[in-house]
């Protein structure tokens, strides 16, 4: 199935480690297909997404929802997702 687009998404652990609190940050994407979203852990049909919406959470770092008939999953972006969520849009409008 052809890509349409990614967005890259940061994803915080924190660590002990010699009783040192830490936190790693890394860098992980979401992958729109024509008829599904895959993130590292799932995988959504687009039936079972109802919609992409995003929320600046500051300056620098926006939130972007992801609404499926399971829930909402929350990812932090620091890069805008518009052109995520506009090409989202536009294939669920062609269905």
Same mark, same amino acid.
Not at 1 to 29: G, P, W
Not at 34 to 46: A, G, H, N
Not at 60 to 89: A, C, M, N, Q, W
């Given at each position: ?5 990614? =967005? ?5 652990? %924190?660590m002990?480690?010699?009783? #040192? =609190? +830490? ?5 992980e994407?979401?992958?729109?297909? %024509? $008829? ?7 995988s +959504?049909?687009? *039936? #079972?997404?109802? $919609?992409?919406?995003?929320? *600046?959470?500051?300056? %620098?770092?926006? +939130?972007?929802y ?15 997702? $518009? ?9 669920k409008? $062609?269905r």
């Amino acid at each position: 199935m052809e890509l349409i687009c990614s =967005q890259a998404y940061m994803k915080k652990e %924190r660590m002990i480690e010699d009783n #040192q =609190q +830490f936190t790693v940050e890394t860098e992980e994407f979401l992958y729109l297909y %024509r $008829d599904k979203i895959v993130t590292p852990k799932r995988s +959504f049909s687009l *039936h #079972q997404v109802m $919609d992409v919406t995003k929320k *600046h959470l500051s300056a %620098r770092y926006i +939130f972007l929802y992801l609404h499926t008939i399971e829930g909402v999953l929350t990812f932090v972006v620091k890069s805008s997702p $518009d052109h995520f969520i506009s090409h989202y849009r536009k294939i669920k409008e $062609d269905r």
